[in-house]
């Protein structure tokens, strides 16, 4: 056995697929409120009136955001969808992942969405369409970890991370 075997076998277990998906939606849901208060700061800042005026820069501006974000968090631990769920990240050996590592994975983590986004954009595809696609790609996304050995995520696993079980806090 090498020290590797050794070492994932003493960490928690890895969470199901459906609790890391539920964590993944509750995520969502909680960044509606950094985009809406990020989206008030830059409309702000840019006396933007329009929506469709400065779109690109408000976009390039989210991403930035939502980098600062998970970084941030993800070098702590747990975002907060994380500590509902009882989730955490961790390097492949047990421990808390640095912040350069957290902005690898962060990078690694838009194959969630990048793909299929880049494949519709040649064809004027309404809403809808685009979203069932988006949606039928993250699906397929999820379902690939179950070909993982550890049933982690491919981008975890190229960033040299894991999702285990964290056991709740004591108050």
């Known amino acids: 056995m090498t020290p590797q075997d050794s070492t994932a076998s003493t960490l928690p277990d890895t969470p199901g697929l459906w609790r890391r998906m539920a964590c993944w939606l509750y995520e969502g849901m909680l960044l509606f409120g950094v985009v809406f208060l990020s989206g008030y700061l830059f409309g702000t800042l ?97 379902l690939l970890s179950r070909f993982q050995s550890e049933n982690q995520f491919w981008h975890d696993r190229a960033a040299g991370t894991k999702l285990i079980t964290s056991k709740p806090m004591s108050r």
């Open 46 to 142: 840019s006396q933007t009136r329009n929506a469709m005026d400065n779109r690109h820069a408000l976009q390039a501006f989210l991403v930035i955001v939502f980098g600062i974000y998970f970084v941030w968090f993800w070098s702590k631990g747990q975002t907060l969808a994380m500590k509902t769920w009882n989730i955490r990240i961790v390097d492949t050996q047990g421990i808390a992942i640095s912040q350069w590592r957290a902005l690898w994975r962060y990078i690694l983590s838009w194959v969630w969405f990048l793909p299929p986004l880049v494949a519709v954009s040649p064809f004027s595809l309404n809403g809808a369409e685009t979203f069932v696609i988006v949606l039928g790609w993250v699906a397929c996304w999820a």
